[in-house]
């Protein structure tokens, strides 16, 4: 069974720009999770979908959004790029929101901004 | 506001000795994780704990919850090279509304030494 993939794997940006990162769950997975990782802030939370609806949200300012499709992939954009949002944004799926749905990372995508 | 904490944030070990890593969390929750992060790499799921009392064991790591004391145990044994990595408790805090996002701790940065 194929893991959770993300594209791209890497990025590098310019202040001020816009990002979308990709992330295609388990197959037969429908809630995604998206994680910032940062050497000083650790793992956080940013968003969880299901069924195409945003079910949770971290404390991330608006510039960080994202969507998922009725295939079950889900997109995170984040607009007006600052250095400070560089980072390993990591995406997780699970089969559903049950007490013993385990959340399966994807490999990441790290993101530079200059 | 749920918080997580791990001790030690550090952990040098020898070779075929005992240790253990500790996490704290501060409110109820239904299901404790543990996962590994390899350098560069995602976060790869150890352990899912999901009652009072629960253990579970996978080779030389086992894992432990008291849902009481709110805390988690990660014991290794008789350590070896390659258990060297990033250890991560997780917490999902089930208060209805909160399935999908994980709560994370510091990590503990494990180090085997031969």
Redesign the interface.
């Known amino acids: 069974k194929a893991g959770v993939t993300q594209t791209p794997r890497y990025l590098i940006k310019t202040r001020g720009q816009q990002v979308t990162l990709s992330c295609s769950p388990i197959s037969g997975h429908r809630?995604v999770?998206w994680?910032q990782q940062t050497p000083g802030q650790?793992?956080?939370?940013l968003f969880?979908y299901?069924s195409e609806t945003q079910?949770?949200k971290?404390n991330f300012p608006g510039r960080f959004s994202g969507r998922q499709f009725s295939n079950s992939r889900s997109e995170m954009n984040v607009s007006t790029l600052e250095l400070g949002d560089s980072a390993l944004y990591?995406c997780?799926s699970?089969r559903s929101?049950?007490?013993?749905d385990?959340?399966?990372?994807?490999?990441?995508t790290r993101l530079t901004v200059l | 506001e749920l918080k997580v904490e791990q001790n030690p944030l550090f952990l040098s070990m020898q070779e075929g000795k005992n240790y253990t890593i500790y996490c704290n969390y501060s409110t109820t929750s239904d299901r404790l994780y543990w996962y590994r992060q390899d350098p560069g790499k995602s976060l790869e799921s150890l352990f899912v704990l999901l009652s009072n009392g629960a253990v579970k064991q996978e080779g030389r790591l086992m894992a432990s919850l008291d849902t009481k004391a709110r805390l988690s145990t990660l014991h290794i044994t008789a350590a070896v090279h390659d258990l060297s990595a990033t250890y991560f408790c997780a917490v999902d805090y089930a208060g209805g509304t909160s399935y999908g996002k994980l709560t994370f701790g510091q990590g503990t940065i494990l180090t085997v030494h031969p």
Request: net charge positive; proline share 4%; hydrophobic share 25%.
């Open positions: 809630s999770s994680y650790g793992l956080q939370f969880e299901f079910r949770n971290g990591l997780a699970s929101r049950g007490t013993a385990t959340q399966y990372f994807g490999p990441g």
